[in-house]
């Protein structure tokens, strides 16, 4: 295991996240706490430093489990959990992204985990009704507090992401060092506007649903977990047809699907740190040997080619011939622009 700067920060991370969304039974499909020990266990002694929760993830156990966990040494784990998700239904002030809900989520969590700071708390995802202004200078605030040392947000679109941290900068907060977002090789939505303003911002990426909730280890191709629609994003004849390439690509490199899923988006985009769960310790054993192989380059260009998408205005607009003819006056091929 290597480790990784988060964003703009001198924090190390691993370079592969661990996610324990699974451990806890409440959800009715999760680990119990023995399996959820096994795992953390597994992946502390591959040199693993770096985890996520969230306050909603089974009901409070996850962040239960994981203060048992990390209490006999806190400090060398690098700890993220997460905020605006309810912690009451039909109560609106215990979800969103306010001030009120923030500090009262952030002492929860800290109960449940039994410590007395949070690594990394994300805004789980943008509510496009709290201010800007009031969320960015809440964190900035937990930050100065020494509750939290560092801020990420997740499931948010670029636009507020950007301003944000703009806002921050010209005030002096704290800024989002870290971005969470859903990518894949069936989801690159991210690569229209996300991804972009991660790099040019110098924020990490801990993308997760590498493997497509499982649609890229080629489970559908077999016939199995059929609760999904076929019409669905992982299960639409265009994902049956990536994820039988990911099959073939890992049969003729020796590895698994989920080692070539994951080392799809691990070689795909800089500074990224996939968030990586399993409810049993066998899958999690598999996704780490990712860390022991690479995907040529040619296979890469299949995959990308094959899961590629159309990014739409501005983008193609602005990448056209006749756009980057008078914008550079003839002289596109002649600039060399180390920013690209």
Not at 20 to 36: I, L, P, R
Not at 250 to 264: D, F, H, M, Y
Not at 302 to 309: A, G, Q
Request: proline share 3%; glycine share 10%.
């Amino acid at each position: 295991m290597k480790f990784k700067l988060l964003g703009k920060s001198g924090l190390r991370v691993s370079e592969i996240c661990l996610g324990t969304m699974t451990f806890g039974t409440e959800w009715g499909w999760g680990a119990d706490k023995h399996e959820s020990k096994k795992i953390f266990d597994m992946y502390a002694n591959a040199g693993g430093n770096f985890i996520d929760t969230a306050n909603r993830y089974t009901e409070g156990t996850s962040e239960k489990f994981l203060g048992d966990f990390i209490a006999s040494d806190r400090d060398h784990f690098v700890l993220a959990t997460k905020y605006t998700l309810m912690d009451r239904d039909g109560d609106p002030n215990y979800a969103g992204n306010h001030r009120k809900n923030m500090i009262r989520s952030l002492n929860e969590s800290l109960k449940r985990l039994n410590t007395d700071y949070i690594d990394l708390f994300w805004v789980h995802m943008w509510d496009f009704t709290t201010p800007v202004e009031e969320v960015m200078r809440g964190l900035d605030d937990l930050v100065r507090s020494g509750k939290v040392h560092y801020i990420g947000i997740s499931d948010t679109p670029a636009w507020v992401i950007s301003r944000a941290n703009m806002l921050a900068e010209l005030r002096g907060w704290s800024q989002f060092a870290a971005l969470q977002i859903e990518y894949s090789l069936l989801q690159r939505g991210a690569e229209r506007d996300l991804l972009p303003m991660a790099k040019a911002l110098d924020m990490a990426v801990t993308p997760w649903g590498v493997i497509g909730g499982g649609a890229l280890t080629g489970k559908y191709l077999r016939g199995e977990g059929g609760r999904v629609p076929e019409n669905s994003l992982r299960r639409n004849g265009r994902s049956q047809d990536i994820a039988q390439a990911v099959v073939e690509i890992a049969e003729e490199l020796g590895v698994t699907p989920t080692q070539i899923a994951i080392n799809w988006a691990r070689q795909r985009v800089s500074n990224v740190m996939p968030v990586i769960g399993a409810r049993r310790v066998e899958q999690l054993q598999d996704s780490l040997k990712s860390l022991d192989s690479t995907i040529p380059d040619e296979m890469m260009e299949r995959l990308n080619d094959l899961s590629k998408i159309e990014l739409g205005f501005p983008h193609d607009f602005l990448s056209s011939e006749g756009v980057k003819q008078s914008a550079f006056a003839g002289m596109y091929d002649q600039i060399i622009n180390h920013r690209l």
